[in-house]
């Protein structure tokens, strides 16, 4: 056994070292965890995990279990090799009580300990534990069990013996205090979805997810889940594309590892129009991608553009092919394992090590060309798509073009059903994006012109996901918005941009009836806002009106409620609990039912209203949820739908 494998493998108090205090953590918690809303509060979770699944990835743990308990502390289980305890050399103490108390000190920074470490792009336990009202650490190690509490990050005692044991394993239970966080109450799908996201990427790996505050009679059992996937990334591609047409048999795997940065591709080609590429390094999503993502880009250029110029493709199709061309209907996970991740940035959504871009450029590129020697069928369906996708484009960028010139050539071009607004600074402006002519007239009239535009849309726009992207250029909803809002979609270096420097409005937001009707223009509106001007949600621009459902009255007093609750205690406050027929509820099904003074103090209002901002917490389980509701495919709908339908209300 060499050095390296035994200390690995000799996983002990020396391994751990120290880098500095928790001084700052609970005076400055958002500096550590970004935030202490509902983000902030389920990064503790993911720290935690994070350790776990760093002893999964050096081979020592398959199985982590979490649960949340009534009083939404939460349990961390796991049955690696535990957190050392014996005596830290340094600091004089058990190495447990270091690994818990000290910012910045574990395993994961002696390169020896662990070779890759998902839980670099946070700050340990000890930051868990610092913001923590309670926290218990368990470790089963070397037949024994040793335990030590905390309150606050401040040890309750020294670390104890506490019985013998033949597992391995650390658990931990934490609460995470009150006085720091806004909520301390835990979503139990934000949990299911990050832990269906790590047992496709830690294949061979269990997660199961306990929720004791949701008891089910009928089954006798807590709500709970468990993930676990053998084929990982080739599963993961699979379940992304389930409700899209495949043009491959199955999906593409590439595997390969070189100067110790490990390289895993799973990647997919179906009939959409759509580019759908994820990326991770050690576990963790980076949304802005990086180098990782460059080499495989440049990989499948190269391959295919190589493979379609040999074999004479190209030519005949007389079309000039650009890079982008080749990822129309790609689905792929790109995942890389890197020793010593550099990030871009404070959000850490972009891989920086530039040597990794050829790392994986090779990986992808050895395979690739493989696989289209070896299957000239499906080869060749995927370069028809690259000619078809080449040919949408030029088509695309002249349907663009007559967009903005017309634009330009009728001095700003704003269509004639916009509504101004009289300010032109876009920090203060919103636009509303009203369903029908009849609701944007309302909308027109009770309005504050000053910052408020109307744009009133026809029906129900294109469905993008089954559009090529020059039909949807040919809509006039469509040329509507993007005239409206001044934006425009350009292609720099091979990618579409959105160019958003003279956009006019820092407020969007979608105004439809609350009906079956409504909830799929608002629907069909968000695919295309997700699809083609994403970088306007990730900036925090894009909204959804909230109007009333209900109107409850009595004489005079009237109350506007937006859901069932309140209406039931609006008729509970005018009726004093006895039976009132002089109580009217009245149920708005449509915006055009209300009168202009009505939407405004309702639904327009600044210091009165409800809006939803729309962000995208999930862009992998985002692009899923689009693609399976608006695309082609019926049966994945369907089963979305059964699925779902006790959730659902029905208009009667």
Request: glycine share 8%; proline share 3%.
């Amino acid at each position: 056994m060499s050095t390296e494998e035994n200390n690995k493998g000799n996983y002990g108090a020396d391994n751990i070292q120290a880098l500095e205090g928790l001084e700052a953590v609970r005076k400055r918690p958002g500096m550590y965890i970004g935030s202490t809303d509902t983000k902030g509060l389920h990064h503790l979770v993911w720290e935690v995990v994070d350790n776990s699944i760093d002893e999964h990835l050096a081979g020592y743990c398959d199985a982590i279990d979490v649960i949340i308990h009534k009083d939404n502390s939460i349990t961390v289980k796991d049955n690696g090799r535990g957190i050392p305890t014996g005596m830290h050399q340094k600091l004089q103490k058990s190495a447990l009580e270091v690994v818990m108390t000290v910012l910045h000190a574990g395993g994961k920074f002696d390169k020896d300990t662990y070779k890759v470490s998902g839980g670099l792009h946070g700050v340990g336990v000890s930051c868990v534990n610092a913001l923590s009202s309670y926290l218990r650490a368990e470790v089963h190690r070397e037949g024994k069990v040793f335990e030590q509490e905390y309150a606050t990050g401040i040890p309750q005692g020294p670390v104890k013996e506490i019985g013998t044991s033949e597992r391995t394993g650390t658990t931990v239970t934490f609460l995470p205090d009150a006085s720091i966080f806004e909520s301390t109450v835990y979503e139990f799908d934000i949990l299911a979805k990050r832990f269906k996201e790590l047992a496709y990427l830690n294949k061979g790996l269990t997660l199961t997810l306990i929720d004791e505050r949701n008891f089910d009679e009928e089954t006798q059992a807590f709500r709970h889940t468990t993930y676990h996937s053998e084929g990982g990334l080739l599963e993961f591609v699979e379940y992304l594309d389930s409700s899209r047409t495949a043009l491959l048999e199955k999906p593409i795997h590439i595997i390969g590892k070189e100067d110790n940065v490990e390289v895993e591709v799973a990647m997919s080609y179906n009939t959409g129009y759509q580019e759908n590429i994820f990326s991770f390094v050690n576990n963790i999503n980076t949304r802005e991608g990086g180098t990782h993502v460059a080499g495989f880009r440049r990989a499948l250029t190269r391959v295919f553009k190589q493979y379609g110029d040999d074999n004479g493709l190209f030519t005949k199709a007389k079309v000039n092919i650009s890079s982008d061309d080749f990822r129309e209907g790609l689905t792929a996970i790109v995942s890389v394992k890197v020793p010593e991740p550099q990030f871009k940035g404070q959000t850490k959504g972009e891989l920086g090590n530039s040597e990794v871009t050829g790392i994986v450029s090779r990986a992808v590129g050895d395979v690739l060309k493989f696989f289209l020697e070896e299957n000239p069928g499906q080869a060749k369906k995927v370069v028809e798509k690259v000619i078809l996708a080449a040919t949408a484009r030029q088509a695309a960028e002249k349907a663009r073009e007559m967009v903005q010139r017309k634009s330009v050539l009728t001095g700003g071009g704003l269509p004639g059903k916009l509504s101004d607004c009289s300010s032109k600074d876009p920090a203060i402006s919103e636009v509303y994006l009203v369903e029908g002519d009849s609701a944007g007239g309302t909308a027109k009239q009770g309005r504050d012109r000053n910052f408020q535009a109307i744009l009133p849309l026809r029906g129900k726009i294109l469905n993008v996901e089954k559009a090529m992207e020059h039909k949807i250029y040919e809509n006039e909803e469509i040329k509507n918005i993007f005239t409206a809002l001044g934006v425009s979609i350009q292609d720099r270096d091979g990618e579409r941009i959105l160019n958003m420097e003279k956009l006019r409005y820092h407020k969007v937001v979608i105004m439809c009836d609350a009906d079956v009707d409504g909830s799929h223009i608002t629907t069909l509106i968000l695919t295309f806002f997700f699809r083609y001007m994403k970088p306007l949600i990730e900036q925090g621009y894009l909204y959804i009106a909230a109007p009333p459902l209900y109107r409850v009255s009595k004489g005079k007093e009237f109350r506007y409620c937006w859901n069932d609750e309140e209406r039931k205690d609006a008729i509970e406050q005018y009726s004093k609990g006895k039976e009132d027929n002089s109580v009217k509820t009245q149920r708005y099904k449509g915006l055009g039912e209300m009168n202009a003074e009505q939407l405004w103090e309702t639904t327009m209002d600044p210091t009165t209203r409800l809006m939803r901002r729309v962000n995208i917490e999930d862009a992998i389980e985002a692009d899923h949820t689009f693609s399976m509701l608006m695309g082609d495919e019926v049966a994945p709908r369907r089963e979305f739908i059964e699925e779902n339908a006790k959730y659902a209300k029905i208009d009667i």
